[in-house]
């Protein structure tokens, strides 16, 4: 294993766990374990994203910092407001969503300090030749928001026969938003991706197939893999169904993110 990794991997699992304790008082072997995999995993991810950024390093800082707080953390968090009663007031909402923010920066500059990447574009350079060679951008970012709708309602329906009978029992806390509800809903989560993701396509590097990549990877490792795993170790009835959710995700990953790669097919 690389000796960037192994830094990573340890920073990370050492703040995870200071996290832990400072907002749950305590710590056992599950959740520890759980750290230590997903901050390799974490680890791993950062050492082969950063790399095919071609930003310097502050505009690195900034777009990853946003990225990865969007993807992995608050478009998480709406769902699981409508969905869970994780967040049963506005208060825990804002408390998790600052605690996310403040742990993706500092992780951010622990992965910035020891990777060091080199890039030489701003990122609003990147964004301006990008809207530049895309015709249409606004256009593009609509599409790219609709699209996530019937490519979430498809792989959702696929685990339905699973999941259905535990969101519908009222004492696991879960619920099923109605279509009127759940539509706006992830129209709009939708169109916090296709916005992020816009941004990430215009920063990478000239190379065939990294928008899908990245995007698919970007959406399934930090956006869903790392939470659904972290959330096994819970003992409540959303553990039940996180194995359910990660299959799901893997499908809406690969197929949003090369839809959305398609939609950004000019460089």
Not at 238 to 262: K, M, N, T
């Amino acid at each position: 294993m690389d000796k960037k990794v192994i830094i990573l991997s340890i920073a990370f699992a050492a703040i995870a766990c200071i996290q832990h304790l400072i907002t749950k008082g305590n710590i056992n072997r599950e959740t520890l374990t759980i750290a230590i995999l997903s901050s390799i995993i974490l680890a791993f991810y950062f050492t082969w994203f950063m790399p095919e950024l071609n930003l310097r390093k502050r505009d690195t800082y900034f777009l990853t910092c946003i990225t990865l707080f969007v993807v992995a953390s608050l478009n998480n968090f709406i769902e699981a407001y409508f969905f869970t009663d994780v967040f049963n007031t506005t208060f825990t909402l804002v408390a998790a969503i600052t605690v996310s923010l403040l742990t993706t920066l500092i992780q951010t500059s622990l992965a910035i300090y020891i990777l060091k990447p080199e890039g030489n574009m701003t990122l609003r350079n990147a964004i301006r030749e990008h809207v530049r060679a895309n015709e249409h951008y606004v256009l593009r970012i609509i599409a790219a928001s609709l699209v996530y709708f019937p490519v979430y309602l498809t792989f959702g329906l696929i685990i339905s026969p699973f999941v259905i009978p535990i969101y519908t029992n009222p004492q696991n806390g879960l619920s099923v938003p109605s279509f009127s509800l759940m539509f706006p809903l992830e129209l709009v989560r939708g169109a916090i991706y296709a916005i992020v993701l816009a941004a990430v396509f215009a920063s990478l590097k000239k190379q065939k197939n990294l928008n899908f990549k990245v995007a698919a990877t970007l959406l399934f490792i930090p956006g869903a893999f790392i939470p659904l795993l972290s959330s096994l170790t819970q003992a409540n009835a959303f553990s039940q169904v996180a194995p359910y959710h990660i299959f799901e995700i893997l499908g809406d990953s690969i197929v949003y993110g090369y839809i959305v790669s398609r939609i950004f097919h000019k460089v």
